[in-house]
């Protein structure tokens, strides 16, 4: 590693925070684990082994390429695609016995006339639209769609699922949608058709309605130590974001810093130039806003945030080239996290980890998995 910058990832944390969320929910409930997006930039395949070993019933990606990278990893677990796949890759679902989320029937069609060729039989999870308007049935239609789905004999109608676009801010709206699943179940159930596994709860979802649990869970944010203020939870965050000083320098009175000058000295100051920027995932809009630590201080971002520096105004404090920073993390004193980063810059916390560059190195600590 030449350029200092990278990140932690405490794996102790994660195995806190999914005990926490196993004993939510119940023995009853199984947990999948959302690790779309590289583990919300926290990494796929090591948070991946360490669920595994954990005893994670499900993990929740957005994409065959993840899955197939799970499978080469040697990772035999329940996949759920979360996602709509191309029906041109019927055939990767089955070879790598990957469960896709079915919304279209002719999607469905090819995925039994390949299962039926291989003489192979494929899960499926049918997703209804109960308010969220992304991917799915909408719930008016679902009846039908799932009837017409029985006469697939090669394809397992294993589960069915929704999604709540508002959990967290409108509870009449999350309510009726749970409320509307309940009718499709009870009306297909009259039916004769029963699914293994309900599910509908994301993170939000799980805290705060427990009738939305079903028996399957789909944890996210919670489960990397994120989480909105409003939550009564108490996880740890895994994830630090860490660089070095790379040049200090005296500024005096007057003097300007960074593009666009929008940093003006008002008094004589050390400033600091950090080895990270907007193409590491810092984001530009944390410009003159953030703040970061040295030595368990904190210290101001000043000026804009450039592509790979930042400038951090020490005040009198002439700290060391080379000397630690952390710009996510703790230090014995003071925290900066996840979501403090969001509201600097007026955005959500899943955008500020899922966008940390991949090249950045991600270093895992205390994990109990044994290979690891
Ligand atoms: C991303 C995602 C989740 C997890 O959401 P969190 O808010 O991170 O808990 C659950 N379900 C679906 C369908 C998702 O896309």
Known sequence: MYRPLWIEIDLGALRYNFQKIKKIVGRKV?????????????????????????????????SLEEAIALRREGLE?????LSAVDKKFAGELIKYKVTPTVVDLSFAEKLNREAKKRNKMLSIHVKIDT???????????????????SHFKN?????????????????????????????????????GIKFEYLHC?????????????????????????????????RVKPLLSLKSKV??????????????????????????????CGYADGYPWKLSNRSKVIIKDRVFNVVGRVCMDHIMVNL??????????????????????????????????????????????PRIYKNSIHPKH
């Open 30 to 62: 199984k947990v999948m684990a959302t690790l779309k997006q590289e583990a919300y930039g926290h990494g796929l395949i090591p948070l991946a082994k360490e669920l595994s070993f954990l005893g994670v019933d499900f993990f929740g990606l957005g």
């Open 77 to 81: 677990g329940p996949i759920l695609i």
């Open 131 to 149: 308010g969220m308007g992304r991917l799915g049935i909408w719930y008016k239609e679902s009846m039908y769609f799932i009837k017409k789905l």
């Open 155 to 191: 394809l397992k109608q294993e589960g069915l699922y929704t999604h709540f676009p508002s959990a967290d801010t409108d509870y009449k709206f999350t309510e009726r949608q749970i409320r509307i699943f309940n009718e499709v179940v009870g009306a297909l159930e009259k039916e």
């Open 201 to 233: 709860a994301n993170s939000i979802g799980l805290m705060r309605y427990k009738e939305a649990h079903f028996n399957l869970v789909r944890p996210g944010l919670i489960l990397y130590g994120i989480k909105p203020s409003s939550l009564d939870i």
């Open 246 to 275: 790379i040049f200090v320098k005296k500024v005096d009175k007057g003097r300007s810093i960074s593009y666009g000058r929008t940093f003006i000295a008002s008094r004589p100051c050390f400033v600091a130039t950090v080895a």
């Open 315 to 360: 005040k009198n404090f002439p700290i060391k080239t080379g000397e630690e920073v952390i710009l996510i993390g703790n230090s014995p004193r003071h925290k900066i996290t996840v979501e403090d980063l969001a509201d600097y810059c007026d955005t959500i916390p899943y955008e500020i980890v899922s966008r940390l560059s991949l090249k950045i």
